[in-house]
């Protein structure tokens, strides 16, 4: 409960209320008193200031003080402040409280700093007490605060009350999605990979479902080409396997002889079984994304003579024709070579083995924007229309019933479609039955 996201985001909104409430309240009380404060002493000031002039402009028109205290008591009321005056000696001639007059001046009450008759108390002294409005209109403030303080204390409360309603509305909208990927994540972690989330937002949470269904789908597809793999590979092994345990049964039981010619035969099931299970595992390590490629400029061209160098014998024995046709001058290319003389041998392979005697096979290379296309093209037996797009699907066989001793593995345009494109390059085929078969790939040019 204390961790769910709907009870923090709960939490948070009524905090954000709470405190945006109570300083708004501080603030607006800090201010206004201080507000008051000012205008208090400005209006002491003033009236000071009134006084005086009053004061002077009465000594000026008389000469001396007799007859003042009657003003003095009166502004002393109207202004509820107490006001004292002393002649030039010192001794008090008004006090709006008449305690004092007649006495020598001596409470602690400040003088007012008086402008030019008065100075050194040429004419006597004013003093005035402190005025009572500010401190009235303070306390006056506190009860009308109190009140404001109420309204604020309830109309925070009603604030919090429905932003909580909202929150836990909204909250449980938000969350609802949430809520049921995790629910796809547990069940896709538990292996059904099957699972996708149907959420319509657009904003994050849809773009993380849509991530989420993307990651199902991707898992789905490797799960399948696994069992596929597995199943496959299980299927490959067995028949070298088969064939060896029927030789050396025949052998135990003395129905075969271990002479040469069967030991020969032995020898060349395990290793068709061992380049069977070296195939395998290049293949796995490329569905991985784990080949690991030096790439570093190589001339094309030096690779394809020795590629077609090699084939020359095999050729030889079926009076095929190999024609090279390679531009003068090719850009260097950025490859690991040791890969793409493997992609050429595999390709070569081919077409010589499904091409008749005395057909051709020619290989071609020319310059494609910034890659390099190789072409390897035969006048052989050519592959049917319906299995063109499947000759690179692993153990794809157009000839169901060949056997590895007369076909390969099905392995070999698999692996050649892994590497180019390990090299950022694509690889295609053209083909017509009983006319032959165009392979071409390209690689990328080096910078
Ligand atoms: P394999 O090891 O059987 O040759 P590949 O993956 O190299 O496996 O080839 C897959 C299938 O594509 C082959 O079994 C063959 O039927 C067909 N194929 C490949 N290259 C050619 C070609 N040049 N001419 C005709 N068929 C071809």
Known sequence: MIHSLQFRLIVAFALVIIVTIGSVFFFTYQSTRSEIRQFGE???????RRVEVELSSYYYRRGNWEGIQPFIAQWGNLYGRRIILTDHNGVVVADSEEELLGKPYEADMPGIPMSSPWEKGAIGVLYLGPGLSPEVDIVSLHIVYGAIGRFFIWGGLLAVAIALLITFVLSRRILAPVKALTQAARRLGKGDFSQRVHIRDKGEVGELAQSFNSMAGDLERAEQ?????????????RTPLSNIRGYLEAIRDGVVKPDVAT???????????SRLIDDLQELSLADAGELNLICQKEDISKLIDEAVAALQPQAATKDLVLAVDLPEKLPLVNIDSHRIKQVLRNLLDNAVAHTAKGGTIAVTARQEGNCVEVTVSDTGEGIPAE??????????RVDKSRTRATGGSGLGLTIAKRLVEAHGGRIEVQSELGKGSRFAFTLPVSA
């Open 387 to 396: 299995d063109l797009p499947n000759i690179f699907e692993r153990f794809y």
């Open 225 to 237: 080409l696994r069992r596929n793999m597995v199943a496959d590979a299980a299927h490959e092994l």
């Open 42 to 48: 400005r209006m002491e000031l003033m009236q000071a």
């Open 263 to 273: 030991i020969s035969s032995l020898y060349e099931e395990v290793t068709l079984l």
